[in-house]
């Protein structure tokens, strides 16, 4: 099984960048996939997930209605839309996958794969 996460960079507050994550050895329409980022310092957080079961999108707090998760089936693949990026979502984004319960969709723990991670840097 491999994640393959991309898209991140040097991005101004205010501003928009799509992360992708490309999949092989698994179909994305079986595990849940989620995006989690880890900021200097700071343990790994959850940021969005769809669920398998359901098709359900979680987002965490802190970027819901400015992040968007969305999968292409077709492509194997899961995205993570973010739009009005502000400094503090500078960090290391991964993508990962797995079959959490419901309750525990946020707990980086319960994902068995992950990709390399994509930097994000948001200057103010």
């Known amino acids: 099984v491999q994640l393959q996460a991309s898209g991140g960079g040097v991005v101004q507050a205010g501003g928009s960048l799509r992360l992708s994550c490309a999949v092989s050895?698994?179909?994305?329409?079986?595990?849940?996939m989620g995006w989690f980022r880890q900021a200097p310092g700071k343990e790994r957080e959850f940021v969005a997930a769809f669920s398998w079961s359901g098709g359900r999108t979680y987002y965490s707090d802190s970027v819901k209605g400015r992040f968007t998760i969305s999968r292409d089936m077709s492509k194997n693949a899961v995205y993570l839309q973010m739009n009005s990026l502000k400094p503090e979502d500078t960090a290391v984004y991964y993508c990962?996958?797995?079959?959490?319960?419901?309750?525990?969709?946020?707990?980086?723990?319960?994902?068995?794969?992950w990709g390399q991670g994509t930097l994000v840097t948001v200057s103010s």
């Open positions: 050895g698994l179909n994305t329409r079986s595990y849940t």
């Open positions: 990962g996958s797995g079959r959490p319960i419901t309750s525990g969709i946020m707990m980086s723990n319960l994902y068995g794969y």
